[in-house]
């Protein structure tokens, strides 16, 4: 579990260098794909961790998926606040949070069935 952790958090960051660079040079189109990817990733980190992962005992993908939600859920906010426009807005909080709860929920939910 760790070393996919470890492996879709160094690609969140190298992502966040992109944009960082993307922004800095004007590159729109590049911007805006490293950011939609960024959002994906935040929004999906748990189960891009379980696919990263690969293991075959369901208790396992499990609790990667929860370990995993530890870090999706502030990365989440951050997200929301990027895009409030670097301020906060229930509307962006609502909808990112609120779309990472659910599918790191309903992945824990699909993983608890026997």
Known sequence: MWRALAMNIAAFFLLFLLHILFASQDFD??????????????ILFGPLTVVLEGANLRNDRRQTNRVSFLFALPLSFG???????????????GA??????????TLDRQLSLD
């Open 79 to 93: 997200l929301a606040w990027a895009y409030g426009g670097m301020a906060w807005s229930i509307t962006s909080v």
């Open 96 to 105: 990112v949070v609120g779309a990472t709860l659910i599918l790191h929920a």
């Open 29 to 42: 189109l590049a911007f805006s794909v490293v950011a939609l990817f960024i959002s994906l990733q935040v």
